[in-house]
């Protein structure tokens, strides 16, 4: 995958010392050469032009370092390695070798539109914000669906938000050391003790990653739920009721929910390894008030209920039963095979094409 390594620098933007960087985006990478390029190439053609690429690589041993090497002609971007530091550690390392006053966190999984730096800057400089949360698409080969408005405790990502440096420091944030699910307490942290501002636009383009082998995903859903637990811990410590609610809803509603499959499907079952991300996940049932359960859709009730018991087989046939959806609003289907989109670089003018669609006629989507 060498192809797009001859346009991956900035162009004309390129010649000289670089100025001094309103914004950093800090990447960590390790064996992305499937995806990675597209990621830099996303950063380094920003409409802001006063940014700088912090790339922090964890060991590669793909085509990664060539493409990274091949991008560097562009001199904003700038690489550090990191062989043996987890992600978390990763980020907190691109972050501290970073200079720009705002600071903003990618990944290979995702790309940013065109403007999305831009606009974020000038959201965060207008409003004094030291926290800018932004909208997300994200495409699968079958679908595409619009995040809905970012809200306080539900979206805790990283890389769908721009921070003030020295606000960020001043608060002492940090990275879980984590391998999966760093950002997830760090991004609580960030909404609870930040001026925060929501920008109603994507800010990331999301690409679903497949082909990930059982341990693999044994390994993101232990690491997920045991965050999970220190920011369910970090909510009560608040005594802030509303909080609580709206955390648990995010949590039964969408997180929780998505990574079910790999605690219940039938070998997970029989894998001791994966009994306390069980616990884990019973807890946070359990941990829910009525009015969250209230609202909680029937096909989440069905199985939450023995979840929460304990009862993990029942729990897993009730999974497997509900039944799936015909019809998925403001989604856009594809049944094209995923390799033949890639190699035509037909889903990345899907997701382009579309968010030109909503800057047009409005932001309307489904929330993922």
């Known amino acids: ?18 100025p001094a960087p309103v914004l950093s985006v800090v990447l960590v990478t390790k064996d992305d050469d499937d995806r990675v390029a597209e990621t830099v190439w996303s950063v380094l053609h920003q409409s802001l032009a006063e940014l700088e690429l912090v790339v922090v690589d964890r060991g590669s041993v793909d085509d990664t370092p060539d493409i990274l090497e091949a991008a560097a002609s562009d001199s904003r971007l700038r ?20 200079r720009g006053t705002y600071v903003m966190f ?37 679908r595409l669906t619009t995040s809905a408005v970012p809200a306080v405790a539900r979206d805790r990502a990283c890389w769908n938000r721009l921070v003030d440096r020295a606000a960020w420091n001043t608060a002492g944030l940090t990275f879980a ?32 990653r497949v082909g990930r082998t059982r341990p693999e995903r044994a390994a993101r859903v232990r690491d997920h739920l045991t965050q999970e637990l220190a920011c369910l811990a970090e909510v009560r410590d608040r005594q802030d009721p509303a909080l609580l609610d709206a955390y648990l809803s995010g949590v039964l509603d969408a997180d929780l929910w998505s990574h079910l499959p790999a605690l219940l499907e039938p070998d997970a079952l029989t894998d001791p390894g994966l009994d306390t991300a069980r616990e884990a996940a019973a807890t946070l049932v359990r941990a829910a008030p009525p009015a969250v359960w209230r609202r909680l859709p029937a096909d989440r009730l ?32 594809a049944r094209a095979d995923r390799a033949a989109l890639a190699a035509a670089g037909a889903t990345e003018a ?19």
């Open 1 to 18: 995958m060498h192809e797009p390594q001859a346009d991956l620098a900035g162009g004309p933007r390129s010649a000289g010392a670089p």
């Open 177 to 208: 050391g984590t391998e999966h699910a760093d950002d997830l307490l760090v991004a609580l942290r960030a909404d609870l003790t930040l001026r925060r501002e929501v920008l109603d636009e994507p800010v990331q383009i999301r690409r679903a």
């Open 350 to 368: 899907l997701v382009r094409g579309a968010l030109r669609g909503r800057s047009a006629g409005g932001s309307g989507g489904a929330a993922s």
């Open 302 to 333: 069905r199985v939450y209920t023995p979840l929460g018991h304990g009862r993990w087989t029942r729990a897993a046939a009730s999974l497997t039963a509900r039944p799936r959806p015909t019809t998925l609003a403001g989604r856009v289907r």
């Open 79 to 98: 690489r550090v390695d990191a062989a043996t530091l987890s992600r978390g550690a990763a980020r907190d390392l691109g972050l501290a070798r970073s």
């Open 106 to 142: 990618a990944d290979a999984d995702g790309t940013l539109p065109e403007h999305a730096c831009a606009a974020a800057v000038a959201r965060a400089r207008r409003t004094g914000a030291e926290l800018v949360v932004g909208r997300h698409v994200r495409f699968t080969p079958r």
